[in-house]
């Protein structure tokens, strides 16, 4: 499978530079200025989707805690339901 995402390199491995490539060299100012639009717009949705997904997980990670507790609570009305009925 080939990664189309990663960024080249040059044969001694030095990475290149996403700007030296002779297709954005080809382009002029305008079709320049409109691909670096669409980055960014690409990179804000991007942010905006880890955002969400940070979101969604401390939300897990407090609900979850939250069930721990009340468990735990259970579990100690539990045993002294428990202590108590053998006292009777």
Do not use: I
């Not at 490539?21 to 690409?42: H, I, N, Q, V, W």
Request: hydrophobic share 35%.
């Amino acid at each position: 499978m080939v990664d189309t995402h990663s960024t080249p390199t040059r044969p001694s491995g030095v990475p290149q530079s996403p700007f030296s490539s002779p297709a954005l060299r080809r382009l002029d100012t305008d079709a320049l200025r409109e691909r670096l639009k669409e980055a960014y717009g690409l990179l804000k949705e991007k942010e905006r989707n880890l955002f969400l997904a940070a979101t969604v997980g401390q939300e897990l990670v407090d609900a979850n805690q939250q069930l721990q507790d009340d468990f735990e609570q259970l579990q100690a009305e539990l045993e002294s339901t428990r202590a108590k009925l053998a006292g009777e």
